[in-house]
Every structure is written in structure tokens, then in C-alpha cells.
């Protein structure tokens, strides 16, 4: 498969990744040396940066890249990050948005930070206690207007692993209206969802074998960017309450929303609105009636699965969806929107097909 | 500590275990070999039955209980059961029911399976395709009037697991009505709670590393015990979502709850309806204000760990709770029937300690 | 990159694969859908078949491969899997070779199972039981002479997944004479080398959160094929004290295996051997000193990690590996042997990047 | 049951634990707290001693030991421990021996650090790098000669958990010279072995779903204590090759170990050596014949099984145990070892009933 740009020429881009040493980053490393890009010279893997581990090599800190074993990691400076024509930034916010804001207007920066994501200003104090800088094209190619948006960008704002499953699980039922502006999102998600850095409460012994909730009753900081996302096809506030819940597995967000189902909608109607909405989406797939998402079906895949259910006992619409935090959630996301940024196909080497059992 | 029955007068209780090859009979198995009344000679093991495994010693089918290793398992029929004071039940319901109608009005039962649970006949027939049989004194002890229901009863239903985590979450809510009577209710449960039967679904290879929600929308069993265990607190009949989760553990309930807060109500109302629910209670802890239950902290134990917080912004009041599904969800609740019944000490030979980490 | 058969002519090649909703087959799925000779168009997924689940579809089943979930599964016969080019066999053994015999000698067969792996047929009858048919060139392409001899074969014997890790880690140490012909292989494998086969044994409950050798002294069927494999480089018959354990994650196989180190050898002399032997393979990776094999950075990929240590105070050479038992375990060797047999790219459509975290 | 000490007086014994906050202090916490002597009175808990975490209260650390919530934790000082009858330390090596060299004699001293484990001054200076203090009476009574020496012994040093592992699979095969004195141990470790200690490489993201060797070919400090103990019943010195590699569980100990046969040795001899030398033990189960120990089965229990089996074709025998490496690895010998001490029955407070599934 040979690449064009938006204009059908053929091009060399070169990509440079800062925090290549976490868990983003190793994972937009993976998807990139699958790329077929990659593969005719197309992309090239420039530098790869990171704080605390630089100075060691990529085989030190990363052996399941042993390609780019000897690699050696620099500092995460502008200077470094210069003369690249992608950018993907996989740092703690903050120290994000000091990095991007150096960089120049011609290089693609795709932010998986916080920074840039929220459109209110007084929320981003609020969650994240210092001054809102920017609002960037936020990067879900699958919400109504944003796949447009996010062609040809510069500037990408990654969205957090919690608020793509539980938007891409909801969006359809707030732009019908389905349901009541009112929703109860518990997400249980793996352990790399809280990165590469030492704790004791995120030791081996500490989760596996255990269940917990946690930044619970409104204080996870992916709270108000989940009711930025449904507010947008909404006349009204969305009210979200949000659970988080660690459990025992690598990577993988199980997302279970519910919410008052609007008086006389089917359970027809509900299947048939989310199936029109994602019947063009590569990455969205709504499962047939009876099936539920599981996160083991989408490892390593940069696929949502969905389900929507009516509970008439109840009076709820349940949606579920899983996606793999690191792929969709994080890296994949990054990659897609990249291909939509410099032209390449959108699905460019993001696997539909999850590494099961 | 020498135990004694109710009149005070030291005795010898001889116990049954039907279903002894099953996670509920194994469990029941351990906890009753670490009693102390077993240790005193008061308590003797008698019969161990099973169906498919009869034939079979405990050492080849438990290898966690050698002191019984050499015991073989029996057929179940009420003639091997006959002659004992206490016979627990951990079959399948249906063949529970039948065996323990067939056993005399002196022998203490309790049941492990659905079968005497619930109260509406209507509701057994909707979600168990059966004829409804009975409806017995119903094991938690922490439910108003439950206490005193089980003490000397001669019939026992032990809850579900789920219904147990959920019932001690929302009890002190509805009945306090810190809430409207309208929950969602997530669960996250261990793979020991589908029990020991061979299945591709329940394969180590299908279940590490994976999450998935099961029997949504109402189609679970739990949902309508559930229901009957709030409404007897509520003057208003309790709308309850039930949306239950397969996580990679083998032991464990997480429980996630969520209904509109009435209006007025702060988190220092919540907080005290709380503790004093709970305040004269052995197997529940409130944790401290900040803390979250966790399934590790309970594991092996008979505790139930709860929290409850208010969420403004949502307009919601969020419970959790984390029990072990086997043990303060099938065999400590039985164990701790048992003690009710016979007149031991109702907390005797159950840890309060898990086993972490 | 547009792929030629040897001959340089443009092809497409029709695959058929039999026992699809087992684990080979599904991730011999997973692989050939990202082979670029898939994108390419040059191969097509024919037929998919399998035995108890004929009829239902790959949605149902297989859930992690969306694109071809409506794909209805056939029975597995030599008239369903005729008219292909090649027909990758995931089957039971005994019923692989009856099926494999039944194929045309044009049709490029790779035989997952083990009818065809053994060359002494006393050997395949002490160990299965049943009579010996044919011994075929054997997919390890790594080991001498091997890749010169599937290079255009119609018949594979795919390695066990067991052999693969032990055969690796040990080939540069028998040929070289680094140690005395007497191995002790302790091989820990996650629970889908057991397959997709309801079974008590093998649930979630019992191999999570366990640790537990199976087959030991000798019992297990993998024991001659490494005793086989390591011959083929030796002048004397190799000893091998072969014991598998079964540990709790879903893929990877980490071998550890000891022997008496040859008087005199260096652990300069080892490690010069191993990256000498491995120089040109894409495929095994020697770890730089001090650094372990682990199976999370091999997860999905077809990559071996090998290590070589020498312990001078127990004398000693200690040799480690690890793979993913359904990669270069199984379904990778298959396409790599696939390749080699129709004169793709060897690595092509293989993952050299593992799946980590 | 009423306990007595060896002169048959009942007492009260006030305990306390330096480094309760770690994963030994709080696992000695569980045993006591479900001790008899602790519910008759004759035991009391007091000081419980850290460093980082001094000031907390163990609520707050060990959310698992809801009874003892409130108590505060106190700096680790010879002031604090004072005044107490026995004393565990569950700290540091190195710290462990400043801090017991300070306590009195009077006082029972059960060290969990490796400090005064090692007899030979030399390999306690290669393998700690510090110099020797002193060597303490050994925790494992089921060695010979060590149940009399630890019987009101002051001062104990507990194994280390890959030695309890190891030597009570082979001090019978070596004792009774089946085996040539050159074993080849693989032990197989839960993360909890590593400790509470922030640390990337012991995240739950990188140990679930990994498997991986370290402190390999004689690095591991636990070698010279197996051939240690191992020495003790030998005339020969034993050459021990030590592997340990960490797997994705908790807790839990599999060893596996083969040895060179010697001539005409026969299994039925070997088992009924085995059978033989811990008819007596308490916490040593030799399982039938064709039975393999899996850590499920000891979860939480003092219980270590045994296997041994001989492989006529590699001229090796193969012994394989389980132990949980917190309960018989470390805190159950710790609290085995104060009954034999301070008088109690042995067994007193050690569950022999495993936690499983």
C-alpha cells in the first residue's frame, strides 16, 4: 500500500515521540513500526525523548521493541523535539502544555495530556488546579464534526482513556434522546491506565487479586471532559456521575452506563439508532443483540465494541462498550488522528483485530 | 473458648455438607475446620456428599483441606443426610429444594441455593421457570428483624452473593431515605462465583485479562432479591438496574451503587445514617471518610466493607461495597446462620481478617 | 509492498483454515489479517471450518475479529477445505492427520498438530498411543537446515509450543558443546497452551492465583520432540528432565533450562556463541547481558528472547526463553512455515513488537 | 482451649511487631489476631513499629485488619519494642540486626531478615555485602535437630521463603542419598516476595500477564542458605543451581527440583522416604502418588506440599512443593516458631486449610 498526502504526493514524514518511555508512548511506538508507512519508508522514527530515563536506551526501558533496541533516549527539550513533522506528546499534563506551546505552527502536535482537551476554562482550574491555556481539536474522528475538524490539524488533543469509552458508548443515545441528560458511568479499567510510575498502591501485589473504586463522587478529572463530549449533542447539561474502578488486568476499560430511559423508546429503536450512527465507522462496532463487549476481544485493537439494551423493569437503557485504554483509549486515538492530520488513511495501521485469549 | 448452646448446656452438633465438592461446600469446609467448636469436639464433620463426584476422596477433589483427605464423598439423597443436626446445602437450586423438603422439621438447613428466597411466587416463576416452594427466614443477619428471624430457626435461605453485597451498600440509604428509590447497581465479581463447572467461558484463558458484563437488564436472578431486600425497609416499592461483571479474580465483590439524592440530604447525614446502621454490627465496617473498599482487604473474611459519599454536582449518593462472593456471600453467611440457629456465639469461626495481599 | 511468489509472479493465494474457532486457528486469523499479502489482495480467507461449532459464526465465537463476523463456520471435511492453496490444520491430533491425508499433494498443508512432528515411530506410539503415519519437515526454520527444507514445501509439522521455547534456548548449546548432553527444562506456560475445551480443571477459579506442575518425569508428549530436536545438533543423545508448569496469565511460555557446563567454557565463549548462532534471525532476539527474558514483551509477537548465563558455583550453564505460546509457539511458526512455503517475505505479516504492557 | 506455657502456667505474652506496615508484619498481625491465645487473653498485640510510616494508623495501611483500625503506628526504636515478651521484626536487613542487637535477652527475638541466618561468615560477606554479626537458631522445625533447638530458643532466625520451599522438598532425598548432592531449583514466586516498596519493575501493569527469571545463576541470596540447609544433612557439600522467577500471582512459592538419581533408587523407595521423614510434621503434606502441589492449595495456610517422582529415562529425580511464601514462607514459620519458643502448642494459630479457589 503505497501512502499519498491530501494532495496525492508522496512524502517522508518524520515523527518524533516525547515520553517514549511510558506506556503511551511504547505504545504509539508499537502502532507506528506496524504502520504500513513505516513499512515504504513513508515514516520515519526520529527522536525519543523522555525526563527521568533519558540517557538509557529503548532496550533497556521498552525490550518488546527490539527493533529499536539501541536507540538512545534525549531529553524532552523543543530543541530535540525539532525539525519533526509529527510531534506525539505522552507527558504529564502541565509539563505538556510547556513543551507543545514551543513548538511551531507547522508541526503536527498530538497532545495526550490533559492541556488542551477542555473547552471551559473554569473546569480546567477547578480539576486541574492551575491556569487553562487552550482548547485544541479534540481528537474522537467519530463524534459529529470533530472527523472534519481533525483533517489537516496541527494541534490534537488526545482524549482521556475513560471519556472515549463512555462517550462513544453514550453519544448516540444523548444526540437521539433516548434517555434523560442523566447518566451513571462506572468504568473498570486496567492498571496501565495509571502509567508507568512507581506506587505502592499500584504494585502487583497491591491490585491483582483486588477490586477498587477510586477519585469517586465527581473527582476523577475525566468527569467533566465525558459532559463536554455529550453536551455537545445535547440541548441540555449532562449530568454524569462517574465511577472508576481498578481491577486485575493489564489494559482494558469496560465502560457500563445507565440512564432514565425516555418514555415509549424500543428496544428496536434503540439498536437501530446506535447501528445507523457507527455504520460508517471503521472503529465502532455495535455487537449483535444479546452479545456483550469484553475488553480481551479489543487488547491491542484500536476497536470499540458497544452494545445498548433496554431494561423496561427498570426504566434504564444500559450501554456498554470496551475499548483497550492503551490503543483506542491513548495510542491508537493518537495514531488515527495523525493519519486524518498528514493525510494518510484514517485506519493506517490500527489493528481491528484484539489479541485474544 | 468453650461454647455452649443457647441454655447454656455444652453439646455435640453433627454436620452434613451437600454439594462438599463444590466452592460453597469447600468453603463451608474450611471455615467450619477452623471453628472453634470444632476444635473443642462441640462441632463434628459428618457426612460430605456430592453427585458426579461421589465416589471420590476430598484429597483429590480439595487439596487445600488435607486433614480431610482421606474422607470420601457420598451420593445425596436425604438417607445420607439423615442424622445429622446441620445440613448445609450447596447444590443446584431445584435439586436443593428437592432434597431439603425431604429432610425432618428437627434438622437445622441451610441453604446455599435460590430456592427459599424469595417471597413472591410470581417473581420465582418469572426468573426461575419453576413452581415456587417456600419462602424461609433469610440470612442476613444485619437486616432489620433478620437477626431475630434466624436465632433457633430451623430453615435457613442463605442470600445470593450479589444481593448480599448490594442489600448491605443500600439498606441504611433507603431506609434512612437518603435516596430515591431508584438504583443502579454495578457488581464486579471474581470467577469463583459461577462455581466449579466445567465451561469454555469460564476458562482461565477466557477469563484472565478480560471484563465483561453478563445476564444485564434484569435477566439476572439477583435482580429481583435484590429489590425484596430494599423494599422491606422502603414504604415505596425499589426500581433496581442491576448490570453484573466478570473480572479476572478469583474471589471477590465489588459493588458499585448510585440513585438521585433527595434533596437535602448532606454527606454528613449520609455519613452518620451510616454508622449508626452499622454501628453494633461484627461483619460490617464503614470505612473512614476518603477510603474505598477493596476486594483484597475482604478476601477469606466474613466482613463486608462499605463507604458512602455524596456527589452534588451528579445530584447522586454513591455506595460501595466489597465482600468475598464465598464467604460473607455463601459460606460465612451460612456458617454465621449456623451459629444463630444452634445458639453459638454468632461471630465464632469467622475471620474478620482477610487474607491480603 | 507488493508480494511475488518465488518465481516473481504476482498470485493469490486462497487459505483455508480447519479448527478456526480454537486458539491456533483464531490467531492464525488474527495474523493472516494483518499480512500485508491480505491487504495486498494477493491472499483470501476461504473456508473456516471446525468441528462441535460448524454453523455458528465467527461473530459469535471469535469475537475479536469483527471484519469477519459474519463468516458462518463449516464442517471440518477434506470436501470444505478442497480448492484451497494452502490449509492450515489446528486440529485434535489422530483427526489431523486423518483429515491431512485426504489432501491433494499441490495444497500446501501446515499441521498445527503433532501427527507428522516425530520421526521414531516407537516414540509417537509410546507417547500417543496410536500408530505412526509420516514425519514431515519440521517449522522450527531457525534450526540447521530446517529453512533450506521448507522453503517451498507442500507439507509443515508446526512445532509444539513447548519444544519452540526449549529448542531455541538450547540449539547454540548442544552444537556448540557448551554443556554435557543432560538438560533439566522447567517450561511455565499461561493456560491457552491447554486449548478451548470446557474443563474444570483449567477454569478461571483454578489457574488463576496458582501455580501447579502437570505431566512431570517425562509424561508429557513434549519431551521426546525437544529430546528430537536437540539430537539433530548433537553427536550424542541429549537427556532431558522436561517438567511444564501452568501459571496464571492467558499466553507466554518462559523457559528456564540448566545443564553441565563443558570444563573450561567461558561466559564470553557462551554469549559469543548464542549472538553468532542467532547473527541473521529475525526472529530470536539475544537479550544484552544482565537483561531477562520476560513473556510480556514477546505477548502477539513472533519473537524468542534467549538469554545464556553461567553459574561457575553450581557449574552450570543456565539458558533462558520466552515466547507466546500461540505466536511463535503456534501460529506464528504456521505462517512463517506458510511463508516459506509460498515464497512470501518469511517475516511478512509477522509482529516483531510485543504487546506490552 | 486454654494454653499454658511449658511449665504449665497460663500467662499473658505481650507482643510486638517491628515493621508492621510491610507485608511479613502484617501478615504475623493476621495469625495472631486468630490465634487462640490472643482470644483467651493470654496473648496481647502491642506496639506496632514502622519507619516511612510511622504516625499512620493501620487502618489506613492495612485496611484488611479492621479491628485493629485505629492503632497508630510507632517509629521503629529498641524504646519502642521495649517492655514486650516477644518481639517480630519484619524489617531490613542490616536495620533488623542494629535494632535486635539492642533488645535484652529475655526477650524472644523472631527475626523475618536474613541477618543471623547464614552460618559462614565469608558467603554472609559476599552475598550482603556488610559484616556477619551473629547465627541464630534456624525456623524450620521439620528439619532434624531443629525443633529442640527452637524450642524456648530467644532469639530465631525465620527462613527465607525460597529456602522453606526448597529445603523441605529435598532434606529427604538428600538425607536418605537418593539423589547426587548437584540440585537444579527452579522456584516459581508471587510478587508479594518483593515486598511493599514503590517500584516500576513490580507494578501490577508489569508483573500481571508477565513471567520472568532474576537474580539469577547464584545472584539470588537465597542460594547459599538452601545449600546451607541442605548441608546439614549431608556428608557431601551440595552444589545448588537457584533460579527464581516471578509470575502473576500474589502469594505463593512452587519449586521444582531435579537431581541426578543415583543408581537403583526406585520411586516406591523415594516415596516412602518421603512419607517416612514427615509422618510426624504437622505442616508437611506428601500427596499421593500422581497429585502435583499447586499454591491454590495453601493460600493462607502453614501447610508446604510435596511431590516426588522420578524420571527413569533422564536419570533424575524430581521434587516439586507449594507454600504460600508469606504464611509458611515467612509470617507462619515467625508465629510456629514463637509457640515453640514461648510453649504454646506448636501448631497453635497455623491454618492448615488452604484459601482456594
Given at each position: 500500500m503505497i501512502m499519498h498526502n491530501m494532495y496525492g504526493v508522496t512524502m517522508t514524514i518524520k515523527v518524533a515521540i516525547a515520553g517514549a518511555s511510558g506506556y503511551a508512548g511504547g505504545e504509539i511506538l508499537r502502532l507506528l513500526l506496524g504502520h504500513p508507512a513505516y513499512a515504504s519508508g513513508e515514516l520515519e522514527i526520529g527522536a525519543l525523548t523522555a525526563a527521568?530515563?533519558?540517557?538509557?536506551?529503548l532496550g533497556e526501558l521498552?525490550?518488546?521493541?527490539?527493533?529499536?533496541?539501541d536507540r538512545v533516549i534525549q531529553d524532552t527539550t523543543a530543541e530535540t523535539l525539532a525539525g519533526h513533522d509529527v510531534v506525539f506528546l505522552g507527558l504529564p499534563h502541565g509539563f505538556s502544555a510547556e513543551i507543545a506551546l514551543q513548538l511551531g505552527p507547522d508541526v503536527t502536535v498530538i497532545d495526550c495530556a490533559a492541556d488542551f482537551r477542555l473547552q471551559n476554562a473554569a473546569n480546567w482550574e477547578k480539576f486541574y488546579g492551575s491556569e487553562h491555556q487552550e482548547t485544541w481539536p479534540y481528537g474522537i474522528p467519530e463524534m459529529p464534526g470533530h472527523r472534519e475538524a481533525l483533517r489537516g490539524a496541527k494541534r490534537v488533543a488526545v482524549p482521556g482513556c475513560f471519556p472515549t469509552g463512555a462517550t462513544l458508548a453514550l453519544l448516540p443515545a444523548v444526540q437521539a434522546g433516548l434517555i434523560e441528560p442523566d447518566v451513571s458511568v462506572v468504568s473498570i479499567t486496567g492498571v496501565s491506565g495509571a502509567g508507568k510510575k512507581a506506587s505502592v498502591a499500584l504494585l502487583g501485589s497491591e491490585t491483582m487479586g483486588s477490586l477498587k473504586a477510586y477519585n469517586t463522587s465527581g473527582k476523577h478529572r475525566h468527569t467533566p471532559e465525558i459532559a463536554q463530549n455529550l453536551g455537545e449533542v445535547s440541548d441540555k447539561p449532562v449530568k454524569v456521575s462517574f465511577t472508576p474502578v481498578l481491577a486485575p488486568l493489564p489494559r482494558g476499560i469496560l465502560t457500563t452506563a445507565t440512564a432514565p430511559l425516555k418514555e415509549g423508546v424500543t428496544a428496536e429503536q434503540a439498536r437501530a439508532v446506535y447501528e445507523e450512527f457507527y455504520?460508517?465507522?471503521?472503529?465502532v462496532h455495535v455487537l449483535p443483540e444479546g452479545a456483550q463487549p469484553q475488553t480481551q476481544a479489543v487488547l491491542g485493537s484500536n476497536m470499540c465494541h458497544v452494545q445498548v439494551e433496554i431494561d423496561e423493569e427498570a426504566g434504564k437503557v444500559l450501554v456498554t462498550s470496551a475499548i483497550d485504554n492503551l490503543t483506542k483509549g491513548t495510542a491508537g486515538a493518537a495514531v488515527q488522528c495523525m493519519n486524518l492530520s498528514v493525510g494518510f488513511d484514517e485506519a493506517a495501521g490500527l489493528p481491528q483485530v484484539g489479541v485474544a485469549p
Open positions: 527521568s530515563t533519558a540517557g538509557s536506551t521498552m525490550p518488546h521493541i527490539p527493533q529499536l533496541a455504520a460508517q465507522e471503521t472503529f
